[in-house]
T-cell receptor, first 112, second 108 residues
């Protein structure tokens, strides 16, 4: 099993550009989420989903959109990139409320 | 929302030493997990431990849910234990909230 797969690993954008960070898991997990990690800070939740067709906002949702059309995929869209969105982004998934959370390898995003 | 506080923020030890990391949380939870982020940025789940004690090799964790804290013990530290340790808490199917982490440096 591949686990949680994120692409790309690195990305550089110009201010105002849009892009989609891809996340896929092959563990049939219902719960998926996106976090961002900034230097010296913990992980902050952007958006999460408890199943296909269901999404909700986390702590820092502004500037990001998500959708969950399948159990496997949970893409994160940056609508109009800003320098404040320079960060490392992690996708994570778990099978249910009482199960371990597994992370992808991260995407390092720089917005110039 | 739930507040999570980890201590100490930084810890520097010699190889072979033991360490205790603490996670305090502000409200009742039924989901608590510990993670290790290695120097390459990879996040590894160490324990799912909403209550009680678990052990995995040199690592063990104890959560006292009624007193709202959890402890992560690392015995006989190795340089590969270096990195940042995070705890994350939540209730039911709701989102997990992460602490700020403890940065552990193990010197040879």
């Amino acid at each position: 099993n591949a686990g949680v797969t994120q692409t790309p690993k690195f990305q550089v954008l110009k201010t105002g550009q849009s892009m989609t960070l891809q996340c896929a898991q092959d563990m049939n997990h219902e719960y998926m989420s996106w976090y961002r990690q900034d230097p010296g800070m913990g992980l902050r939740l952007i958006h999460y989903s408890v199943g296909a067709g269901i999404t909700d906002q986390g702590e820092v949702p502004n500037g990001y959109n998500v959708s969950r059309s399948t159990t496997e995929d949970f893409p994160l869209r940056l609508l109009s990139a800003a320098p404040s969105q320079t960060s490392v982004y992690f996708c994570a998934s778990r099978g249910g409320a009482g199960e371990k959370l597994f992370f992808g390898s991260g995407t390092q995003l720089s917005v110039l | 929302g739930i507040q999570v506080e980890q201590s100490p923020p930084d810890l520097i030890l010699q190889e072979g030493a033991n360490s205790t990391l603490r996670c305090n949380f502000s409200d009742s939870v039924n989901n608590l997990q510990w993670f290790h982020q290695n120097p390459w940025g990879q996040l590894i789940n160490l324990f799912y431990i909403p209550s009680g004690t678990k052990q995995n090799g040199r690592l063990s964790a104890t959560t006292v849910a009624t007193e709202r804290y959890s402890l992560l013990y690392i015995s006989s530290s190795q340089t590969t234990d270096s990195g940042v340790y995070f705890c994350a808490v939540g209730r039911g199917a709701q989102k997990l909230v992460f602490g700020q982490g403890t940065r552990l440096t193990i010197n040879p």
